[in-house]
């Protein structure tokens, strides 16, 4: 890598370790995205994969890859953080039935092992959890796995096409990688058709709206805001769902998200309140909106639930909401490969 781009890299890393030090001082999610994902995205996981939250979808698939025939009953969570989730996955993996397993959580950061460690030591849960430190643009597994866990990391990823290959062959023949992501424009910003929507409708909302709390400003216009300017957030977004489509086969699919992201996240979902009937029918207009310009093909869903396994061309088509198969849920041209530092594209390809 030349030195530029090893220098850049670097603070990158730097950037992304720094911004998740603290993670309870990072701007959580507010009431009005849970009354979004509640009302209008669970009865689609439920119609998808049979559960109504994340965890059980997690659970409920990595079960069923532990009990399949010469499984070795390993478990791997990419960018597993100060591993929260993997302590209630292996806590409800344990509700199930399940004894003689291991999850091995691989993180970038070591400042997060220590809270990782105490967590699990006071859950009970310590011997089920092995801690390694790792990139996972350069990852490579030295075990055969039953399950690879990416919950929302996907989208921190710069090596894709390394780290996918590298998942693909640490896969057993019967096992499962699952996922729940953000698949959006990269640095998550909005695609020119989306952007034409969210800059028409700034002009009608009520400017306690427009309050961006993250960024700690009032933006009188919306502005499209490139977040992996500094570290890796979002830094290929655009290029997952693409490359899982190459190089996977999917057995379940859900894609969601786009008009709604912005009104629901952390940067403006405080603005709304789940306790006024004018917030929370201005959060129903705009998935009702999206979801009739998705079902037309004019905007592409920026959020995923997958199920994947080893590519297999004679796998039966993947259960999925509506006509929104993966492929049909991948933007117009052909995804951007990577050189050095990934770049955006502002070119409009209708759907």
């Not at 390993?74 to 100060?82: E, F």
């Not at 092992?113 to 089920?128: I, L, P, T, W, Y």
């Not at 693409?242 to 009104?263: H, M, Q, S, Y």
Request: charged share 25%.
């Amino acid at each position: 890598m030349p030195e530029t781009k090893e220098r850049d890299y670097q603070n990158r890393i730097r950037a992304q370790i720094a911004q998740y030090a603290n993670p309870d001082g990072l701007i959580q999610l507010g009431p009005i995205y849970h009354y979004w994902i509640n009302k209008h995205i669970v009865p689609r996981i439920a119609e998808v994969f049979g559960v109504h939250d994340a965890l059980l979808f997690y659970a409920q698939y990595t079960a069923e890859a532990l009990r399949q025939p010469g499984a070795t009953r390993r478990i791997v969570s990419l960018g597993a953080g100060d591993c929260k989730y993997e302590i209630l996955l292996i806590k409800k993996l344990l509700e199930m039935g399940e004894k003689d397993f291991v999850l091995e959580a691989v993180e970038l950061s070591p400042l997060r092992f220590d809270r990782a460690r105490a967590a699990a030591s006071a859950e009970g849960v310590g011997k089920h959890l092995l801690l390694t430190q790792g990139d996972l643009n350069t990852w490579v597994a030295t075990e055969k796995y039953s399950v690879v866990i990416a919950k929302d990391t996907l989208h921190h990823v710069l090596q894709l096409e390394h780290l996918f290959d590298a998942i693909h062959g640490s896969l057993e023949q019967n096992s499962a990688f699952l996922t729940t992501d953000m698949i959006g424009r990269n640095g998550h910003m909005r695609w020119p058709e989306a952007l034409e929507i969210i800059q028409a409708i700034w002009k009608f909302i009520p400017d306690h709206y427009k309050m961006n709390h993250q960024l700690k400003r009032l933006e009188k216009e919306y502005d499209n805001w490139d977040c992996s300017k500094k570290g890796f957030e979002g830094i290929r977004a655009q290029d997952i769902l693409p490359l899982l489509v190459e190089k996977f086969t999917f057995r379940g699919f859900l894609g969601f998200g786009n008009l709604p992201d912005i009104f629901i996240d952390r940067g403006f979902g405080h603005n709304l309140n789940v306790d006024n009937p004018r917030d929370t029918g201005f959060i129903d207009f705009l998935e009702y909106l999206n979801s009739l310009l998705i079902d037309l093909g004019y905007l592409k869903p920026t959020m995923i639930y997958g199920v994947m396994t080893r590519r297999n061309q004679h796998a039966p088509l993947p259960k999925c909401y509506r006509h929104w198969t993966p492929e049909f849920c991948i933007r117009a041209g052909e995804p951007r490969r990577h050189q050095g530092i990934a770049k955006h594209t502002t070119r409009f390809d209708p759907a």
